[in-house]
């Protein structure tokens, strides 16, 4: 009886091998290649600041780009009042660590700029963001225009979940000719699956009509249709290039 159990055993666990299915291989999409992120920063300023802030702002920011790469800085019109915005570009989070620790040590920095327009912030917030491997940042064709910041909070899974589907709607605005995505970003730090994309164009009532456009598209009507069954929420803003902005 012993040995007919064991029997048993033995040919169960073949069974089983035999049958089980192939593993599966998980995949998170495509992966960053490189170091390379970009941190979003969005001030909030007194509103009988705003002005003073941005003046400020143009007269002294040569002394902290002497430190890093700034990518683009706006002021928010629509979708955040008295806000402005900004990305840098830095190579790795220790190049990050030694801007930080240089700018802390310049005088000229923290005396002329730092003591001055801190007071004139009610909050600071920042992500870290890399752009998506299948984007990259790009000049609008020609100089002015307003930029729109569209953030979409995914739901959980990331690009392996909906990444092709996001893709696929940001494509098609861009290759039927409604906006420029100037970039496409995917959150490292802050909020988890959220996706921004930095879209152009030439004036706020040619937005309106591209979209209006758009609405009407069923090539962009059956992207965004996919698109939307991962989608939780999302916000915009449309901002306005600053005179010291290099994406202006």
């Known amino acids: 009886l012993a040995c007919e159990s ?3 055993a033995r040919k169960s666990r073949v069974w089983l091998i035999i049958n089980m299915p192939p593993k599966v291989c998980v995949s998170t999409g ?5 170091g390379t992120f970009f941190e979003f920063r969005t001030y909030c300023i007194h509103p009988c600041q705003n002005a003073a802030f941005l003046s400020l702002t143009n007269e002294k920011i040569h002394l902290r780009t002497a430190h890093s790469e700034l990518v683009g800085y706006w002021s928010v019109e629509y979708g955040g009042l008295n806000q402005v915005f900004h990305i840098w570009k830095y190579d790795s989070y220790s190049q ?3 801007v930080r620790a240089a700018l802390a040590r310049d005088s000229d920095w923290m005396e002329q700029y730092i003591s001055k327009a801190m007071a004139m912030l009610t909050s600071q917030n920042n992500e870290v963001t890399y752009v998506v491997p299948w ?3 790009q000049q609008p064709p020609k100089e002015g225009g307003v930029y729109e910041l569209a953030t979409f909070q995914m739901k959980p899974g990331g690009p392996a979940v909906w990444g092709a589907a996001f893709k696929a709607a940001v494509s098609v605005h861009g290759k039927t000719g409604y906006a420029l995505p100037v970039g496409v970003f995917h959150n490292e730090f802050g909020p988890l699956n959220r996706v921004h994309v930095l879209w152009w164009y030439e004036g706020a009532d040619q937005r309106a ?10 090539r962009v ?3 965004v249709r996919e698109s939307v069954t991962y989608l939780d929420s999302q916000q915009s803003k449309l901002m306005f290039p600053t005179p010291f902005s290099p994406l202006n």
């Open 6 to 8: 064991q029997n048993f």
């Open 30 to 34: 495509p992966q960053q290649q490189h």
């Open 96 to 98: 990050r660590a030694g």
């Open 135 to 137: 984007s990259k940042i």
């Open 209 to 218: 009509a591209a979209r209006h456009k758009a609405h009407g598209d069923p």
């Open 221 to 223: 009507v059956a992207a």
